[in-house]
Nanobody, 114 residues
Framework: QVQLAESGGGSVEAGGSLTLSCRAS????????MGWFRQAPGKERELVSS???????TYADSVKGRFTISRDNTKNALYLQMNRLKTEDTGVYYC????????WGQGTQVTVSS
């Protein structure tokens, strides 16, 4: 069973940047679709961005123009570059394989202070 491990979270001031990384313990086929989700305190988990093999990546409206998702299939890795962070970006960020199966990482905390 493939396992996912996120890293790169932390505390940053509003306007700053962070890059999240997600490494898979096993092989992730390039055809797998993957995504980054986040869960803010007291809120539902939401899809932030997804990346597919045959269509452009998707972004939540709240992060368009600020976040960039990418993957390196040679390293079984997924990334999320987050720029111009806002306090409302605070939450636990989860990496996930979303198709053809579902696999979740453990999450990494991102805290953006004003």
């Amino acid at each position: 069973q493939v396992q996912l491990a996120e890293s790169g979270g932390g505390s940053v001031e509003a306007g700053g940047s962070l890059t999240l990384s997600c490494r898979a313990s096993g092989h992730i086929w390039s055809s797998y679709c993957m995504g980054w989700f986040r869960q803010a305190p007291g809120k539902e988990r939401e899809l932030v961005s997804s990346i597919w093999s045959s269509q452009p990546p998707t972004y939540a409206d709240s992060v368009k123009g600020r976040f960039t998702i990418s993957r390196d299939n040679t390293k079984n890795a997924l990334y999320l570059q987050m720029n111009r962070l806002k306090t409302e970006d605070t939450g636990v960020y989860y990496c996930a394989v979303i198709c053809p199966t579902v696999i979740w990482g453990q999450g990494t905390q991102v805290t953006v202070s004003s």
